[in-house]
């Protein structure tokens, strides 16, 4: 595993990033800059292509947008990412940012997130926050353990996407990653988005949503909506509203068969049963065995991992086009709670499989460097705790 540190200047906030916008706001922003009514479709096409298909960081490159028009728009705007804070390198070459968002007022010091980025052989996951701090307080989790600070923008999220594009040379002309395993030739090296990271997708639906049209834009990014997933913990009313506005692919964290159990290991259970959420699943736009729903199961030793919970596990989803990824608990400081031994989660699998069920062991991915699922926190007080006392040290040692 390896660090690496990039803090490049915020964009200035009398000039900010067209970067993640979509096109509604592109065409506001061109009326700010002048351009008249009847072009500005054309022009936010152009836009839309350097930004989102070329990767642009300069208006400059803009080759086929007239000279006035770059420098009228480079004097209002930018085309400046978030700063990427910390990067760091697992040995399997998963690759987390610690990506720190423009402040939105005075009291702001910008917002910090992660991003996690999974290679694989045949695809490119990229998982990506959608909250900064998280309200649910599932157990298992840490990102759980972090307070909510507040909801990302659509922008916010879209720029998760583009800087780990940038950094992984996943742009046309841009140099591919010195390291890690990437996917095979003719393919983008991120082919994939999970809402995965920090927070609750569906208690910031719109801004997921709005997200979700740039990211899928064939002109742009041109992800497939079905190489989009969204993960809920199950906010039931937002479920259908995500399938009829965002139809991407729908993935549940369940990892429980029975309300007791759930209540403890997903408090927002006390809120939307098993069986309402269930019935919500049941219902979900476009479900079909071409598009079935996830159900995330964290196999936890001792707690939800016997072969009788894999049976029930089996009867709830009766009639629910779906696959069932078992997940090996990834542990964190301070968690009560421990993996599973390997041969429970192959008996839980096999009863599961024999069931007719889809049941991959999703393999734990940079667990060195606190990405791999449920363990995603950005704690900037303890990052600031840890370079106080770093200073402190030095200080003392100077003194010595």
């Known amino acids: 595993m390896h660090l690496q540190a990039s803090i490049p200047p915020h964009p200035s906030p009398d ?34 292509h350097w930004v989102y298909f070329h990767g642009a960081e300069d208006f400059e490159h803009m080759l086929n947008i007239g000279k006035p028009l770059r420098a009228a728009l480079a004097e209002r705007y930018s085309l400046a990412r978030p700063q990427v804070v910390a990067e760091q390198v697992s040995t399997d070459g998963t690759r987390k940012w610690l990506v720190r968002m423009p402040p939105t007022g005075a009291l702001d010091r910008g917002a910090e997130i992660e991003c996690v980025y999974i290679p694989e052989s045949d695809r490119g996951t990229l998982c990506v926050s959608s909250q900064v701090g998280c309200t649910l307080t599932c157990t298992f989790c840490h990102t759980g353990t972090q307070r909510l600070v507040r909801n990302l923008t659509a922008q916010e999220i879209v720029q998760q996407l583009i800087v780990a594009r940038d950094r992984i040379g996943d742009f046309p002309g841009r140099a591919p990653p010195k390291d890690g395993l990437l996917p095979a030739a003719g393919t983008r090296a991120v082919s994939n988005v999970v809402f995965m990271g920090m927070g609750e997708p569906l208690y910031n639906f719109e801004n997921v949503r709005d997200a979700v049209t740039v990211m899928s834009d064939g002109d742009g990014l041109s992800l497939s909506k079905r190489r989009i997933t969204v993960s809920t913990s199950g906010v039931v009313p937002q479920i259908g509203p995500l399938g009829r506005e965002a139809a991407t692919m729908l993935a549940i964290s369940l990892h429980a068969v029975t309300d007791d159990l759930r209540d403890e290991l997903v408090p927002l259970n006390r809120k939307y049963p098993i069986r309402e959420l269930l019935d919500a699943c049941r219902s979900y736009p476009g479900v079909s065995n071409a598009r079935r729903i996830t159900f995330e199961y964290v196999m936890l030793k001792g707690v939800n991992d016997t072969p009788a919970e894999a049976r029930a ?88």
């Open 15 to 48: 000039r900010p990033s067209l970067v993640g916008l979509g096109r509604p706001q592109l065409a506001s922003a061109l009326a700010a800059a002048g351009v008249p009514a009847r072009e500005r479709n054309m022009r936010v096409a152009q836009l839309w």
């Open 313 to 400: 596990l089996v009867r709830l989803l009766k009639g629910i086009p779906a696959k069932i990824n078992l997940i090996p608990f990834n542990p964190w400081p301070g968690t009560k709670y421990e993996c599973s031994e390997w041969t429970t989660i192959e008996r839980f699998s096999d009863i599961v499989f024999s069931a007719g069920y889809a049941s991959p062991v999703r393999t734990p991915r940079g667990r060195d460097i606190l990405a791999a699922c449920g363990q995603l926190k950005s704690e900037t007080e303890k990052m600031r705790a840890r370079a106080r006392m770093m200073l402190e040290e030095s200080l003392v040692l100077g003194a010595d």
